[in-house]
């Protein structure tokens, strides 16, 4: 396959924050969001225009259920899909408002009867997108059931230049950022 970029001549250079956190026990997802926003504050006061979360950063929301479904790796991920609206509602209220683009930690999402990690990207326009996992290890697939998710590729449009996301295990396997 053949494309051309028309490449903008101006050098433009931004900041990036990955996080690289402590995974911390919460009371509610209002203790989570404060957490977390608080991680967002800290890039943008250091002029971030692109936050990277960490894989699976989302499973520490797993802190707020009862010890039973914190005990069971199955029960986790389901009960996650309760909090998969409020997770990417506090993402994108918190991209638009600080004016960054955020990939937010990726989450388990049930698609069907299977389980994606699934990497969400927030625009300060308002817009998500996502990127789900293409590789999976096998602590995934033979303990947590989680399944690779079709080989789908999602190019990111930002106002400052274009992006793409490997998540974790996925950049062992050149083979897909080649057909970008």
């Known amino acids: 396959r053949q494309s ?14 990955s996080a690289q956190y402590p995974i911390a026990a919460h009371n509610s997802i209002q203790d989570w969001k404060e957490y977390t926003e608080q991680w967002v504050k800290d890039a943008v006061a250091k002029n971030a225009k692109l936050l990277v979360f960490p894989e699976y950063g989302s499973m520490e929301l797993v802190s707020i259920f ?9 029960g986790q991920i389901e009960a996650m899909q ?10 994108l209220d918190m991209s638009i408002r600080y004016g960054v683009t955020i990939v937010a930690p990726s989450f388990p999402v049930k698609v069907g009867q299977k ?8 625009s300060p326009k308002g817009e998500v997108g996502y ?3 293409l590789f999976m290890t096998r602590f995934e697939i033979e303990e947590w059931g989680i399944h690779a998710a079709p ?13 793409g996301i ?13 057909h970008l």
């Not at 009862?66 to 199955?74: F, R, S, T, V, Y």
């Not at 389980?115 to 927030?122: E, G, I, L, S």
């Not at 490997?166 to 080649?178: K, L, P, R, V, W």
């Open 131 to 133: 990127q789900d996992k």
């Open 115 to 122: 389980f994606h990690n699934r990497a969400f990207v927030f």
């Open 4 to 17: 051309t970029h028309f490449l903008d001549q101006r050098k433009m250079t931004i900041t990036i924050a």
């Open 166 to 178: 490997q998540i974790c295990y996925d950049s062992e396997f050149s083979i897909a950022t080649q």
């Open 82 to 91: 309760d909090l998969l609206i409020d997770f990417k509602s506090i993402y």
């Open 151 to 163: 080989k789908l590729l999602t190019v990111f449009e930002a106002d400052w230049g274009s992006l």
């Open 66 to 74: 009862p010890k039973e479904i914190q005990g069971d790796l199955h």
